[in-house]
């Protein structure tokens, strides 16, 4: 059994770089959520998808945030051009449409760190 | 938009009980969700409220009530690995599905 799986774990740019973070949901989930957390902070929607369809984009993220799901499986969140601001742990979760109370089942989580 | 609130910390003793307040406003409500947050681990589910009233999972139980936007959390005999952050997430209904828009956690110690 395995559940939602995030890559890397970690990791550490200069400012003014690109980054990319994948995320493998649990296999049989539609849905796949991106979330950002900061330090004393609970986590904040940046977007979501259902499959490979991107239903739904926070105001909040800048036109340097992209985020794929191409064949409806994994999922990529790219940040352009890093800012100190984007320090972060950005948070991928993954739940099913097929009945139960819908709950987000979260990966371990990408901690970038912008110099 | 939607504002959730909960306290930023709390304290209690180890064997006692402590209940989590939160209070939301919001359109399009479908769901209270409670999560258990460990620092440098992701948040993993507790209890879910649709409907008014109070669910139990043994020693966590959770209460909604849609009238007035208010849930709480209770943990009961509390053990030391209950210190964590405990977050509350209202699922919102929007255009394209459910949305969960979570509150800032509120960090719970449980000392000797």
Redesign the interface.
Known sequence: DTGVSQDPRHKITKRGQNVTFRCDPISEHNRLYWYRQTLGQGPEFLTYFQNEAQLEKSRLLSDRFSAERPKGSFSTLEIQRTEQGDSAMYLCASSSTSGGTGELFFGEGSRLTVL | GQNIDQPTEMTATEGAIVQINCTYQTSGFN?L?WYQQHAG?????LS?N?LDGLEEKGRFSSFLSRSKGYSYLLLKELQMKDSASY?C?V?KL????????????T?LKVEL
């Open positions: 769901g969700f681990e992701a948040p993993t589910f879910y649709v977050l997430a699922k929007t255009g394209g599905g459910n949305k969960l828009t979570f509150g800032t956690g960090q």
